[in-house]
């Protein structure tokens, strides 16, 4: 008698019944995925490519303020210098150096402490001390060109890697296999590729748009040291 008056309880409020089970099934919520959770998910390669990910911000952002300092300037200047020595001041032509401070500055400084001398000794020097110039200007850039090559490759380490543990875990579990055993290794092979491949992209358009700011920085240089050339060249003709 009480198993009859049981089903004819559950016949009596089906949709009682199935709102319970529903309530039931949405106590459990899927876990959500952030950024930093899908970071921890890649293993120690992660912490690799986040250490040369600052670095390359590091490296950019430096060089950066570099730049910007050696792009600042008198735009009168090798007017102002050129004045000077047309009218044989050349400790003034040597102070506006001084002040200006830039790398086309001590090229031309260094070519004023050569007057005197044959052209191409005058020549040879500001070459020389450009070269020095442009070398500081592109310090760490070898670096950052690096990160952009290696970080893909470090990446794709973390991919062979995490396969490996895949397949591992695949091995030891036998006949028993479960997806939740391989996801660990999933992960990690998929999240490190994707992590490398930011990494290097990043470094390349930083490393490319750095090189593009320098070069601009060199052919002001050579052209303000053409006119300080043509300066020394004007008495022979």
Known sequence: MNTLLAVAQVAVN???????????????????MNLFAMAAKGGWIMIVLAILSLICF???????????????????????????????DIPAAL???????SPTSRMIQKGI??????????QAAIE?????????????????????????????LG?????????????????????????GGIYEAMITTIGGLVVGIIAMFAYNYLV???DGIVNNMEAKTMAF?????????
């Open 229 to 237: 050339m043509d300066l020394l060249n004007e008495p022979a003709k």
């Open 128 to 156: 020389n001390v450009g070269n020095m110039e442009v070398a500081k200007l592109e310090k760490g850039l070898n670096f950052m060109a690096t990160i952009a090559g290696g970080a893909p490759m470090i990446g794709f």
């Open 113 to 122: 402490t050569r007057l005197g001398r044959p052209v191409n000794d005058v």
């Open 212 to 214: 593009s700011l320098i």
């Open 159 to 183: 991919t062979v890697t995490g396969m490996v543990k895949a397949f591992y875990e695949m091995a030891n579990a036998g006949n028993n296999v479960d997806i939740t055993l391989l996801s």
């Open 14 to 32: 089906p949709v009682d019944t199935l709102m319970s089970g529903a309530a039931m099934g949405q106590v459990v919520e899927p876990e959500s």
């Open 58 to 88: 590091y490296i950019f952002f430096e060089r950066i303020y570099v730049i910007r300092n050696a792009r600042k300037g008198d735009p009168q200047f090798i007017e102002k210098v050129k004045a000077a020595i047309l009218q044989g």
């Open 95 to 101: 102070n506006y150096c001084e002040v200006e401070n």
